[in-house]
């Protein structure tokens, strides 16, 4: 059974940085795409970032040159580093990931909270 479990979130200040992690059980190398959403409070979940199995990443316009996604499939983990944070960025980040069989994956999600 594949489970998706982020951590990392928290607390940051202005200016900060945040990494999370994704660890996929149930093996990430079935995974062709993963990647991180969020959801601010009030508004709907929207795409950060992408990362699929040739490492090809793709970013919302809102993060790219901030944020960074990762995959180290040896730990079965997926990473976003998050920098220079902003008021904006709050949010609950949930991790995504889309199998070989087309199945699609989230985890429960991590909370983000930008601290001024």
């Known amino acids: 059974q594949v489970q998706l479990v982020e951590s990392g979130g928290g607390l940051v200040e202005a200016g900060g940085s945040l990494k999370l992690s994704c660890a996929v059980s149930g093996g990430i190398a079935r995974m062709t795409t993963m990647g991180w959403y969020r959801q601010a409070p009030g508004k709907q979940r929207e795409l950060v970032a992408t990362?699929?199995?040739?490492?090809?990443?793709n970013y919302s316009g809102s993060v790219k040159g901030r944020f960074t996604i990762s995959r180290d499939n040896a730990k079965n983990t997926v990473y976003l580093q998050m920098n220079s944070l902003k008021p904006e960025d709050t949010a609950v980040y949930y991790c995504?990931?889309?199998?070989?069989?087309?199945?699609?994956?989230w985890g429960k999600g991590t909370l983000v909270t930008y601290s001024s």
């Open positions: 995504h990931a889309y199998d070989t069989q087309g199945i699609n994956y």
């Open positions: 990362i699929s199995t040739g490492d090809s990443t």
